[in-house]
């Protein structure tokens, strides 16, 4: 891959000094979902598919950026003097927002660069192509001028450049995964604090596999902001700042606090899914993945039974692998209300296997999904 993209380079910026190459993954949320804005745990790890970027210093204030995944879009020229937010420039802003938030930091730069992207994230596939780039971005171009930032400012550097200048309201667990990725490692993460530990994935027998349903995520927003009120509802019932300050036993003796059936399941899946999530990483701390697995399915239940925010075609689609006997664990991953699921499923017979969760979720909802066997990965790095 990172041939292929100093060929792309060279095709695209004829004459250009010799680029560097730099990879950013992307990312799956193993378990721990809804728990992010409820001050809880996280668990996700970085991926082997991601973005590559190759750079090559200019001598002018110029920056020259193309992306081999929109050719269509040709090569996309700007002056440093001027990176305000533009419609037309598409995935290209990503990168803008990034250069703009250093220049806030006081790491600024007179001298631009010619850029190659080239992803390979499956497009939709909800893996968080986004903060990849931006993560690329922020890597080359520290290195390019030497600014030292440390990872982890880097890293709330790029999820400020996606809620200021993008105007998308994400946390921090994507960019965190990204840069912080471990080779076959996922980390446990508090939101909140950002205090972080890593546990080992060694899958032994099992492949982890991301099956997208192709449904648009239609409602997710909307129902998101729902969500959230209902949990801060419960919160101030229970006389806590966070949800997730609290144990399931806490909540079973308080629970009848909370009058509104609603509200109580909702608060219930953000306590319970803080608790699974710990445990998650102690189960792959001992080599446990059939617990791991079983903690994967009684999140989604949760998710399905108290958050709500399922719906037919991921419980089609994880129901379809349920079904299967060579599937230890599969949940919804994301926000909801179509998106992606992530699945254990043993590596004899794989394609098999797939092909019958195929067959069974198209005879649900008459839609195909997609299958992508992923590996575990390093974070954001140059390759040397």
């Known amino acids: 891959m990172k041939k292929k993209v100093v060929n792309g380079f060279k095709e695209v910026f004829q004459g250009a000094k010799e680029p560097r190459v730099f990879f950013s993954p992307g990312r799956v949320n193993l378990i721990g979902e809804h ?3 409820n001050g809880g745990y996280v668990f996700p790890c970085a991926l082997t598919v991601g973005t590559y970027v190759a750079v090559a210093p200019r001598d002018d204030n110029e920056l020259r950026l193309y992306s081999g995944n929109f050719e269509e879009k040709g090569t996309i020229s700007l002056d440093l003097t001027d990176l305000s937010y533009r419609e037309e420039h598409d995935w290209a802003n990503y990168v ?39 993560l690329a971005t922020a890597i080359a171009w520290d290195s390019l001028h030497s600014f ?11 999820q400020r450049a996606e809620n200021e200048y993008i105007g998308v309201n994400c946390g921090i667990m994507d960019q965190f995964a990204i840069g912080m990725g471990k080779d076959q490692q ?13 546990a080992p994935v060694e899958l032994g027998d099992y492949k982890l596999v991301i099956a997208n349903t192709n449904k648009r995520r239609g409602l997710a927003d909307s129902k998101y ?34 009058e509104d059936a609603t509200v109580q399941k909702r608060a219930k899946h953000a306590i319970y899914e803080n608790a699974r999530t710990v445990k998650a990483q102690k189960a792959l701390e001992e080599g446990d ?12 239940i949760s998710l399905r039974d108290d958050y709500e925010v399922t719906g037919q075609h991921l419980d089609a689609l994880v129901q379809a692998a349920w079904d299967q006997p060579e599937v230890i664990g599969s949940r919804m ?39 992508y066997i992923v590996g575990i990965g390093d974070g954001t790095k140059e390759l040397v």
């Open 148 to 158: 030292g930032l440390d990872r982890i400012p880097m890293v709330q550097l790029c």
């Open 35 to 37: 728990t992010d804005y």
């Open 96 to 134: 803008k927002g990034v250069i703009v938030k250093y220049a806030e930091l006081g790491h600024t730069a007179t001298t631009g660069f010619d850029a190659y992207f080239y992803g390979n994230i499956p497009n939709g596939a909800g893996l968080s192509s986004s903060a990849s780039i931006e």
């Open 225 to 258: 902001n729902e969500r959230r009120g209902e949990c801060e509802q419960a919160a101030s019932i229970l006389g806590v700042d966070h949800l997730c300050e609290l144990t399931p036993a806490d909540f079973e003796e308080k629970k009848s606090l909370i």
């Open 186 to 198: 996922a980390i446990l993460l508090d939101c909140d604090t950002l205090d972080y530990s890593y």
């Open 289 to 300: 993945i059939a617990e791991f697995g079983e903690l994967m399915n009684a999140s989604h």
């Open 333 to 371: 991953t994301g926000a909801g209300f179509g998106g992606c699921t992530v699945s254990l499923v043993k590596k004899s017979g794989i394609d098999d296997t797939l092909t019958r969760i195929s067959k069974h979720y198209e005879q649900a909802v008459g839609m195909k999904p997609d299958f």
